[in-house]
């Protein structure tokens, strides 16, 4: 006995036909400016109350099928999935009705032709979808069918002999069999295609929870190593200044360890921050102050005042900490000689930020960037993940900007990067602006939790 498919799986075709019939805008426009200029030419030149009639009937059924899949969410999905498949068929049925109209008048050449060209259009159209919802697989093999048919019944008339009937026969079936086979054919290739797309993902969190796990055990185990050293040391140590210099070397290591479990908590986004207005032109000020003191003498940074006051919401502490973590990068891809620019601006939308920021936009959007040699265009996806590094392996690993994004992506923002032109890296940090209370964004999103 056949198991009848569950809330999930009709959810889940729901969500298939959806992006099928909607998911393109510019598909959507087409398709529609195509019925709308139908009407009009039908209503012109041929019969108003026609047009009228057909335009009005396509509508309701293509309108029903919009609700069903775009509003009626409180519906059962099993329910919404029947009633949109029904309204599919029925606008299929209602589109198909005006060229075989035209094809039976056979009023002029021309609107025979337009017939036959929007029949053969409406083929095309089901055949080239991407999005291969089963029932909507069997609803257009089964809509084409019935114009195929339809077309054998309208040519009856004019067919004098067997020979005529037996062709039209073996063209229809001709046709018929290879439009259904390329369906099925595409649904299975579209099958294939998801299935090895969640194997590709599988590998790929895998291959990152591997590289996580990995990175985690050889920077602890780092610092164990001068700990446990140095304590060895200590026992058999007999001067005392010696001593205090091996505990010291442990007492450096444990806070580097310390500080590699802040960061894993940054990263993960399970840290407590402190959210406040944070003005960009007075932190970029004292972010210049800082920087002189920690990089090198041939490091030079170059800050910009934005053009308008520009308020941040973040925590200054670990905003700052980021940005200079960021240029302490910078200063490593330069080999200690090199550019170092930093600005800030508004931003009206996070376009290409994947994730999209949780907070709605405008955005604050501080840049830092650098003329060092840059990276190249297939690492630059994965800068962000936790221990992967471009540094040759015995130059060791870190969380590095893995910690900032997730610092970004906790205070409702995220973090972006690019190559500019003139080389180098870019770093984008999204944060949310401050306007008194700023909405969509809550307290509870930007302090997180232990």
């Not at 053969?120 to 089963?134: D, F």
């Not at 399970?270 to 800082?290: C, G, K, N, Q, Y």
């Not at 376009?351 to 190249?376: H, R, S, W």
């Not at 690993?397 to 190559?419: E, H, I, K, N, Y």
Request: aromatic share 8%; proline share 6%.
């Amino acid at each position: 006995m056949a198991r009848l498919p569950s809330r999930d799986s009709y959810q889940s075709r729901l969500d298939d036909m959806r992006r099928a019939e909607f998911g393109s805008p510019l598909e959507i426009v087409l398709r529609f400016a195509v019925i709308a200029v139908a009407a009009i030419v039908l209503l012109l030149f041929i019969d108003r109350q026609i047009a009228l009639a057909w335009g009005a009937a396509y509508l309701v059924f293509e309108g029903g099928l919009a609700v069903q899949l775009l509003r009626l969410r409180q519906c059962p999905a099993r329910f919404r999935y029947w009633g949109a498949l029904a309204s599919y068929v029925l606008a299929g049925l209602c589109f198909l009705a005006l060229p075989l109209y035209l094809v039976a008048e056979q009023m002029t050449p021309g609107t025979t032709f337009a017939g036959a060209a929007g029949l053969v259009g409406y083929a095309l159209y089901t055949l080239q979808r991407p999005q291969r919802e089963s029932g909507l697989l069997v609803a257009d093999c089964a809509l084409v069918s019935i114009m195929m048919l339809s077309l054998v019944v309208l040519l009856q008339p004019l067919l004098n002999d067997w020979t005529d009937r037996l062709l039209v026969a073996f063209v229809t079936l001709a046709v018929l069999g290879y439009y259904i086979g390329s369906m099925i054919v595409g649904w299975r290739l579209q099958a294939d295609l998801r299935t090895a797309q969640k194997r590709y993902a599988s590998a790929q969190m895998a291959r990152a929870l591997g590289q996580f796990v990995g990175g985690v055990a050889h920077e602890f185990n780092n610092q164990l190593t001068v700990i446990l050293g140095n304590l060895e040391l200590f026992e058999t140590l007999p001067d005392a200044h010696e001593r205090q210099a091996a505990i010291e070397e442990s007492r450096a290591a444990a806070g580097r360890a310390a500080v590699t479990v802040r960061q894993l908590m940054v990263a993960s986004g399970r840290t407590r921050l402190s959210p406040a207005p944070i003005p960009m032109e007075a932190f970029l000020f004292d972010l210049a102050e800082v920087l002189s003191d920690m990089l090198g003498p041939d490091m030079r940074v170059e800050t910009a005042p934005p053009t308008d006051p520009l308020v941040a919401l973040a925590d200054r502490d670990m905003l700052e900490t980021c940005a200079i973590q960021l240029c302490l990068n910078a200063q490593e891809a330069t080999g200690g000689h090199g550019t170092i620019r930093i600005t800030a601006e508004r931003r009206g939308s996070a376009k290409g930020l994947t994730p999209a920021p949780e907070a709605p936009p405008p955005y604050v959007a501080l840049i830092v960037e650098d003329d060092g040699p840059g990276v190249p265009e297939e690492a630059l996806p994965r800068l962000a993940e936790p221990f992967y590094t471009t540094k040759p392996p015995h130059e060791g690993r870190g969380l590095g900007l893995s910690s900032v994004a997730g610092f970004t992506r906790q205070s409702g923002g995220g973090m972006m990067l690019d190559r500019p032109l003139r080389g180098g890296l870019r770093v984008v940090l999204y944060l949310v602006e401050a306007h008194g209370n700023t909405p969509g964004t809550s307290d509870a999103q930007l302090s997180g939790s232990w």
